[in-house]
Nanobody
Framework: QVQLVESGGGLVQPGGSLRLSCAAS????????MNWYRQAPGRERGLVAR??????NYADSVKGRFTISRDNAKNTVYLQMNSLKPEDTAVYYC?????????WGKGTLVTVSS
């Protein structure tokens, strides 16, 4: 079965960096787009970044600060987050759409605070 497991969240000061990882299993990872979403308290979940092969897309709020990448040999997608701001505080989720079905990880919490 499809599984997505996020890791790498934590507490970081404004201006700092974190790298999130999402380990995938149960499907042909290299064939599918992978997505990072986030949900801040009291707000709807929204797309942060997407990668299909080497093509990437980003939310305007993270362009120039976040970088999505993937390692198909490790079935893992990453989100490198630099110049973090308090408004980046959220639970970050990995998402994949496989054979018409949506899969989500359980999320990893990122808190940006001094």
């Amino acid at each position: 079965q499809v599984q997505l497991v996020e890791s790498g969240g934590g507490l970081v000061q404004p201006g700092g960096s974190l790298r999130l990882s999402c380990a995938a299993s149960g499907f042909t990872f290299s064939s599918y787009a992978m997505n990072w979403y986030r949900q801040a308290p009291g707000r709807e979940r929204g797309l942060v970044a997407r990668i299909l092969s080497s093509a990437t897309n980003y939310a305007d709020s993270v362009k120039g600060r976040f970088t999505i990448s993937r390692d198909n040999a490790k079935n893992t997608v990453y989100l490198q987050m630099n110049s973090l701001k308090p408004e980046d505080t959220a639970v970050y989720y990995c998402r994949a759409l496989v054979a018409g079905k949506e899969y989500w990880g359980k999320g990893t919490l990122v808190t940006v605070s001094s």
